[in-house]
């Protein structure tokens, strides 16, 4: 099933300009909240009515504001899952699969036959007359789905369906909801903030940054090679400084005060540059000098965290530059075996050497 979405919607703050299409499989929407993913899944199923654009499945249009169509959400065949999963609250499991089909299944029969066997596929067995009150999240979720699969929609529209979820049970939803997908084979629409989420359970994925959508590409490209800060961002890059070219594949940070060679592709206006903080490594002082991308910094901070150590820096002489994106801080983090070898060779000192590699530093679009 191929998707494809070119909306407009005014709300207030700043106006909804998505684009993107959508062909098979599972396509992430990575954003912060607020940025409009939402609304842009309640465009597609007809819940919210666009204020210009077109919105069409496989040839199907269900919106499109130059030929005056709007199709109802009945007539789209979209299955739409909630963040809060939308049980009704004083229907029983069973009250609630039969309200999602029989607006499409008539036969009560028939209806009756493919609740059990959703039932039995969902693991709801026993959880028949209970209430969605009386149903863990992880229960409730799978009612939702069961009912959504009840209906047989055409794409599956999934609306942060982690969000209310505790670590453990997300892991194990999270496996059964891949299963499903893939059973599925349609087109799926995934939407996110996190990009660990989005990593695992997607295959291509749009960025979107207070109602911007970019290209859809590949997810592995969004953490490899960002092409925008707001990109990098969401991909859990921590360090920017704004750039300047200085010469052939070289840039000046701005707020580190210091020139860095790169070795990838750079946008043509490119603005920033990012490096991720496990991309940063701490370098003996006698085997800083004369090293490339290598610089002096002071120690701000050592941080031990669960399972790494985060060192928040700051590069000699930058205090002199106003202003500076983040304070011109830098943040490294590494593994405790590491930190605690580099300490045994330094020994700890209120400064520490760093080097980033020129695969590392990420030239980037930005605003």
Known sequence: MSLYVDIKKDLGSFVLETQFAADGGVTGILGASGCGKSMTLRCIAGIMKPDEGRIELDGKVFFDSVKNINLKPQQRHVGLLFQNYALFPNMTVWQNLMAGLLPYE?????????????????????????????????????VALARIFLSKPEILLLDEPFSALDDFLKWKLELELADLLEEFGGSTLFVSHSREEIYRVCDRVCVMDRGKSSPVIPVKQLFEVPRS?????????????????????????????????????????FRYIGVRSHYIYPVLSKEAPGQKNTFCCDVLRVIE??????????????????????????????????????CRQEGFQNELWVHMGGKDIMVLEGV
């Not at 961002?233 to 701005?254: D, I, P, Q």
């Not at 994106?325 to 590491?338: A, D, M, P």
């Open 305 to 342: 965290d669960v399972f790494s150590i985060v060192v928040i820096l700051q590069p000699k002489g930058v205090a002199d530059l106003e202003p500076k994106e983040n304070n011109g801080r830098i943040r490294l983090e590494t593994t405790k075996e590491v930190w605690q070898d580099f």
């Open 106 to 142: 008539k036969d009560r029969k028939r209806a009756v036959e493919s609740i059990e066997a959703m039932i039995g596929k969902f693991c709801l067995d026993g959880l028949e007359k209970h209430k969605p009150g009386q149903l863990s999240g992880g229960q409730q979720q799978r």
């Open 229 to 269: 800060r707001a990109a990098a961002v969401l991909s859990g890059c921590k360090n920017f400084s704004r750039a300047r070219a200085a010469g052939s594949r070289a840039v000046y940070a701005e707020d580190w005060g210091v020139t860095l060679e790169y070795t990838g592709e750079a946008p043509e206006n």
